[in-house]
């Protein structure tokens, strides 16, 4: 854990929206062990919460004081849960240069292609006003449409605050586990979508650009409600490595997709690999509606991350498309969870997982299929691939069929890149590498095929530069 | 009394879905001694009333469940076979108000090169709740090969389980047959460690859940040694209001070089009441391995019915006879005529007892 | 002066300790076509793979030289930089990468140089229909779900794209009806040149009957134990092996 104390003072992510009041703090305030109600309202103060917000979090909070850290997973006990205020806080104080950003992620960005300008935006200077503009015209194009993308602060208070209040941590509640009470107590950031009904929006919005944006941080709300018969793609943008000094993410997002709409949300999480990512994200899905979820788990030094879909309406169906990769240092525990709750539902899991050089990733799911839900098609498929023997792979599904008229089916593969196929490639002029690299990327290719170009070559780009750095 | 902790998973998931382990409620306090007679030794098999030798080796249910029988054994054998036989050892326990618990405690150790076979059999002879909890430990050394058939048709008041334990070296075969059709509540947990090289386990487990049954299984392999095999297959059907939970390992700890472990499940439901559970893991450490798992849950294949009635049967008559089928290759595995029989008529009965579901 | 291109001399090769080559001899020149016949198990695929460099094929003795230079110990992309090209007997699939990218990017291996995309594409779509492939098959994955038949095609096109010095073929004409054997000869055919070479394995003759053959060995045993020419190819074709065996 050493190291990563360390690293965790290098740099941090600007985030002053909330933050930039610590001339305000008294001495006593940064003290603090644990969680207060003074913290907590403090945060609410400066957010200009409405009351019931506020209440919301103080309650929130109760509950957060009262549960335990889960144990059935990847090991938490780096979070230092004593002071829980480190994460909570960044320090706004620290320097904020590109100099000071480690080699090796600097080294990554230029890999990857970033421009300097971003770079300079990661690093926490400059770059923001950019970043603004294209949120802006992003939002704009789509406003048009009668869509409502807006920060979560604002809806709070905006014309949709009555929807946002009705909705806001009722299908995730602070209940349901230690960080989605925390959360309840200290969410920042996040957006609001609405997609009335019968909208299709065209170009998919993209949260990538509100990460850099003022407001947001790791303990983000994301709230979409797709209007009856709409549809939206929805991308989350953890694209861009982000380096984070608070290495704890637990961010919720909650999708309400109505009758007759569809959305997708595609996620490519990169986050550095100090971070402990412990982020929820559930759907309601009503009659005839469509949830597809397209994930991609890279970063994160821990994760857990299991979107779950209710079925809640007849006919509505969910599929779940995801990757997840593990290097050295990381446990990566990443799947799906399905609740069939009506007649006729249908879901699909599939998922890729590759360890390599020390990785741990574990596919863990829960398919669930209720007394009522008559004539309900379920099925899995997970494969793993392990690039070597210091890492561990684990599959951990579960299945809970409740009627007879179900259709079940489960697949999972572990196994390893055969020799035979590496030769194929050397044979055609491959350098074993190239050859690794590429039929990884194949492995991959049914969850690329699925996300917009940029992120698809985006996720080519890292398995590539996972892959080099993981030979010789 | 209770046991807690049993047929737990070598890897727990959410608890919320209390499915990580199982507990055993309302269990006698004590058991009757017995005067079972040892079992005289034959030639190729010495049988002393002696267990300990192979407290090492870990079970499928766990050591709760272990420490119950140890207690209350009233059956102790231990097997030592030091010469292959052609006959089945032979176990079988009618059981009645006048035997109403079998507590067992076994050992089987078979020397190097040695084949063997067992056959458990528990059936009920009238309608009073009786109780059976065993353990069995087996050692399989080198290059033998210990053929195991637990047959278990107890009547639907009552409890049992079998706890197994196997550990194989070197070339070892372990193959178990399962047979569960009977007692309201049947557990069986199975832990296999493949500890030598080339050392291969298969089992076969077939049930049949009906009114208000529940069956609690687990099972682990854990492979150790190199070029190890794994085969699990299990399949059954589920009527009435039966809940059955299927937790089923294949772990390749690290160096298990070319191992396969294969698992496989098969479950046809018949009635609306019923509930099927399943945690299939697979756990790797090791890169050079093969691991699958298959399940298929669901009613019967339409296209399967469709096909036999082109034949001319009912559709009563060809669900029960793919129902029936399912449970043929397991039956055949009994060595034994007189208990295939009374297998193949317990089912008819389940069956017949069933048919308003189908 | 013909210029040596292949040396091998006596090479032994073994796999998981069974000895399959027992010092073997060959030398092939630019411009020349070489068959190898010989019954299963005879170690023809073994010499295939030994040439390329397979990890599995443990090499115990002799040397393997391609224009001069000493290989036997190089990694097989090397050697395919080299100029040396193998069709496997049973091509490899290879999920989720498509004929074209693996293509794309196995001409730029060999060639070490930026690739002239559109040119690529046209040359590949020519070759393609030339081969008589589905031209949906440049977007299927490598060799997934093709038939026999499209995976030799598709090792054809390989061989015609990267344009080798060396050409092996492993039982190419194997498990191919008429037509397509006709097919791949002349894709055989475009290949050939006075600049390069070819080896082609096979206990069939079809493929040859459109080929001009200049050797043909005899390989029984993990050795060559006859060279001749033409004319040898049409006497087993008439007689088979054992009469061979039986002349002697």
Not at chain 1, 34 to 45: D, K, N, P, Q, Y
Not at chain 1, 409 to 435: P, Q, T, V
Not at chain 3, 57 to 76: A, L, N, P, R
Not at chain 3, 180 to 204: D, F, P, Q, R, W
Request: aromatic share 8%; net charge negative.
């Amino acid at each position: 854990m050493r190291s990563f104390e360390e690293e965790k003072t290098d740099i941090a992510e600007i985030d002053r929206s909330v933050y930039d009041i610590k001339d305000k703090v008294d001495a006593g305030y940064t003290v603090q062990n644990g969680l207060t109600r003074e913290i907590v309202e403090e945060i609410s103060r400066t957010k200009n919460d409405p009351e019931w917000m506020r209440e919301f979090r103080l309650k929130a909070l109760e509950i957060y004081n009262g549960l335990d850290v889960p144990t059935w997973g990847p090991d938490l006990s780096g979070l230092n849960m004593e002071d829980i205020t480190t994460y909570i806080r960044p320090k706004t104080d620290m320097q904020m240069d590109w100099d000071d950003v480690p080699d090796y992620i600097k080294n990554t960005f230029d890999r990857l292609g970033i421009p300097e300008a971003e770079k300079s935006s990661l690093a926490g200077v400059g770059a923001q006003y950019d970043s603004e503009v294209v949120y802006h015209n992003v939002r704009e194009e789509v406003a048009a449409q009668g869509v409502v993308y807006t920060d979560m602060e604002s809806a709070l208070t905006g014309e949709y605050a009555d929807m946002v209040k009705e909705h806001f941590m009722k299908l995730l509640k602070p209940g349901d586990h230690k960080f989605n009470a925390l959360h309840g107590a200290v969410w920042s950031g996040g957006s609001f979508v609405y997609v009335p009904p019968g909208v299709h929006v065209d170009i998919p919005l993209q949260s990538y650009f509100r990460l850099n944006a003022p407001g947001a941080g790791q303990f983000e709300h994301t709230l979409i409600i797709v209007d009856k018969g709409a549809y939206l793609h929805f991308i989350e943008g953890c694209s861009a490595p982000k380096y984070n000094v608070a290495n704890l993410h637990a961010g919720c997002v909650e999708l309400y997709v109505q009758e007759g709409a569809r959305l997708r949300y595609s996620t490519i999480e990169n986050w550095s690999k100090n971070m402990y990512n412990l982020n929820s994200k559930r759907a309601m899905v009503q009659k005839d509606g469509i949830m597809e979820w397209v994930s991609g788990s890279f970063g994160s030094h821990t994760s857990y991350l299991y979107p779950m879909s209710i079925l809640k309406g007849e006919n509505s169906r969910m599929e779940f498309t995801g990757i997840t990769f593990a290097g050295n240092g990381q446990n990566l525990d990443t799947g799906a969870k399905v609740v069939h709750a009506a007649p006729n539902t249908k879901s699909h899991i599939s998922t890729k997982s590759i360890s390599r050089d020390g990785g741990v990733s574990t596919f863990r799911s829960s398919v669930s299929i209720l007394p009522q839900a008559k004539g309900s098609k379920t099925a899995t498929s997970c494969e793993s691939l392990m690039l070597d023997s210091r890492s561990r792979s684990d599959t951990i599904p579960v299945m809970d069929i409740q009627t007879d008229d179900a259709d079940v089916g489960h697949e999972a593969k572990i196994g390893r890149i055969s020799n035979e196929a590496i030769f194929y490639l050397m044979s055609r002029g491959l350098s074993e590498e190239d050859a690794k690299a590429m039929i990884v990327g194949g492995f991959a290719e049914p969850i690329a095929k699925e996300l917009p170009m940029e992120y698809a070559v985006e996720m080519n780009n890292l398995i590539h530069l996972e892959m080099i750095g993981s030979i010789g | 009394m209770n046991i807690e902790n049993v047929n737990r998973l070598p890897a727990i998931t959410w608890r919320h879905l209390k499915i990580n382990d199982t507990i055993i409620e309302n269990l006698p306090e004590s058991i009757e001694k017995n005067n079972f007679s040892t079992f005289s030794s034959v030639s190729g098999i010495t049988c002393t009333d002696q267990v300990n030798t192979l407290s090492a080796i870990e079970t499928g249910m766990g050591k709760a469940a272990e420490d119950y029988v140890t207690a209350n054994a009233n059956v102790v054998n231990h097997f030592q076979i030091t010469q292959s036989t052609k006959d089945p050892v032979f176990l079988s326990y009618s059981m009645s108000n006048k035997l109403s618990a079998v507590v067992s405690s076994q050992e089987i150790v078979t020397e190097a090169g040695t084949e063997v076979s067992f056959l458990f059999d528990y059936n009920s002879c009238d309608d009073s709740s009786v109780f059976h909890a065993g353990t069995t430990k087996i050692h399989a050394k080198s290059g033998s090969l210990v053929k195991l058939i637990y047959v278990q048709t107890l009547n639907d008041i009552s409890l049992s389980w079998e706890n197994l334990g196997i550990q194989l070296d070197d070339d070892a075969r372990v193959e178990v047959t399962q047979i569960l059709l009977g007692s309201k509540r049947a557990l069986s947990g199975i832990k296999a460690k493949l500890a030598g090289n080339k050392s291969n386990f298969k089992l076969n487990c077939v049930y049949f859940g009906t009114e208000e049954q529940n069956i609690d299984l687990n099972f682990v392999s854990d492979h150790f040694g190199c070029d190890t095999n794994t085969d699990i297959v299990v399949e059954g059907a589920l009527a009435g209001s039966a809940v059955k939970t299927l937790r089923s390992t294949v772990d390749f700890k690290s160096g298990a070089k070319r191992s396969v472990g294969r698992e496989s499940e098969d479950v046809l439901l018949f009635s609306p009441t019923v509930r099927n559970r399943t945690v299939p893991l697979i756990l790797c450490a090791e890169e050079d391995v093969e691991g699958q798992h298959a399940a298929s849950v669901g009613k019967i294949d339409h296209d399967k019915l469709f096909y036999l009635q082109s034949r001319g049967l009912s559709e009563l008559d060809a669900k029960k006879l793919l129902l029936e089928a399912k449970f043929s290759s397991a039956v055949e595995q009994i060595p034994n005529e007189d208990i295939q029989n009374r297998v193949r008529a317990y089912l008819e009965r389940s069956v017949d007892a069933n048919a308003d579901n189908f | 002066m013909k210029s040596g291109l292949l040396n091998i001399s006596d090479l032994k090769v073994s796999v998981e300790g069974n000895n399959i080559l027992k010092g073997l001899n060959l030398t092939i020149n630019k411009g020349e076509t070489h068959v190898i016949l010989g019954p299963n198990g005879a170690g023809k695929s073994t010499l295939a793979y030994s040439v390329l460099g397979h990890p599995d094929y443990q090499v115990d003795g002799g040397k393997i030289v391609f224009e001069g230079e000493d290989i036997t110990d190089e990694s097989t992309d090397k050697r395919a930089k080299k100029g040396i090209f193998l069709s496997f007997q049973n091509p490899e699939e290879i999920n989720g990468i498509t004929m074209v990218n693996f293509l794309k990017t196995a001409k730029k291996a060999v060639s070490d140089k930026p690739l002239p995309v559109l040119k690529f594409h046209k040359e590949m779509n020519q070759k393609m229909d030339a081969l008589s492939i589905n031209p949906d098959y440049a977007e299927r994955y490598i060799n997934v779900g093709f038939s026999g038949g499209e995976k030799k095609k598709a090792e054809i096109l390989q061989m015609l794209m990267l344009n080798p010095k060396l050409a092996i073929l492993d039982e190419t004409d194997s498990g191919l009806d008429v037509d397509a054997v006709k097919i791949v000869s002349l894709g055989v055919k475009e290949y050939k040149n006075e600049e390069n070479a070819l080896l082609i394995i096979t206990h069939n003759a079809r493929i040859l009957d459109e080929l001009d053959v200049d050797y043909v060995h005899i390989l029984e045993n993990g050795k060559i134990v006859r060279t001749a020419g033409r004319e040898l190819v049409d006497f087993i074709s008439k007689n088979g092996f054992t009469a061979l065996e039986n002349q002697e």
